[in-house]
């Protein structure tokens, strides 16, 4: 059961990344480049390209181990300003070459939440649904929503993103069927030499903890 609940962490984690992607960024284009390391000593170089349209947005993002082998992700939003919707699509090939996908769309509500709702199929071939809505609050933002396996059975996602004076935090909490909850935390900060910093730490349900450092610079061409 530790495992599935890691799984719909990972699941909700790559979820609210992808929520976060679709918010755009102010350049037309937007390149993120640097390392990351976890407490077991595993290391890995990431290199990733956001690109903005007027009604599109694409990212794609390669994480290369210390062996050459390679994570990539493709990741498109597209926009319909008109019916307040957008769709986003993101694929994830492993170093095996077997794919992760995520499909979804994003609606706003007239009392300004935005209710998402994606099916994700994973490297086994399984396939999880997710339903969340996400709501502004006076720091940031929080997100409510429940993921469905092809049992029936559900877990329940609650994320919290709060922002700080030089960057922004995330909470999310997963609980699964069986009531065991897993946390992740990430912390992202800007340093004063214009780098960046993203700290994440995940507390397993039986309350063991790891960590993974990111360390990167950002460049933007267009505004």
Do not use: C, W
């Not at 390679?70 to 926009?79: A, D, G, I, M, Y």
């Not at 935090?169 to 909850?181: A, F, I, L």
């Amino acid at each position: 059961m530790t495992t599935l609940t890691l799984r719909q962490l990972s699941v909700a984690s790559l979820f609210l990344a992808t929520l976060a992607f679709t918010a755009g960024v102010s350049a037309k284009t937007r390149h993120r480049e640097g390392t990351v390391s976890d407490d077991k000593g595993h290391e890995a170089t990431v290199d990733s390209t956001t690109t903005r349209d007027d009604d599109e947005t694409t990212r794609d993002t390669t994480v290369t181990g210390k062996d050459g082998k390679t994570l990539k992700s493709e990741t498109t939003r597209k926009r319909d300003k008109a019916s307040g919707t957008s769709t986003f699509s993101r694929t994830t090939t492993g170093p095996n070459g077997r794919a992760a996908q995520t499909d979804g769309t994003r609606k706003k509500n007239a009392d300004g939440s935005v209710t998402t709702d994606a099916t994700r199929t994973g490297f086994n071939g399984k396939t999880e649904t997710i339903n969340a809505t996400t709501t502004k609050t006076d720091t940031g933002h929080s997100t409510t929503g429940t993921i469905t396996g092809l049992d029936g059975k559900q877990a329940t996602l609650n994320s919290s993103s709060t922002k700080t004076a030089d960057g922004h935090t995330r909470d999310t909490t997963v609980t699964g069927p069986n009531g065991k909850t897993t946390e992740r935390v990430i912390g992202v900060k800007k340093n004063a030499d214009g780098t960046y910093t993203r700290t994440i730490e995940t507390t397993a349900p039986d309350g063991k903890k790891s960590t993974r450092l990111e360390s990167y610079t950002v460049t933007t061409d267009g505004k």
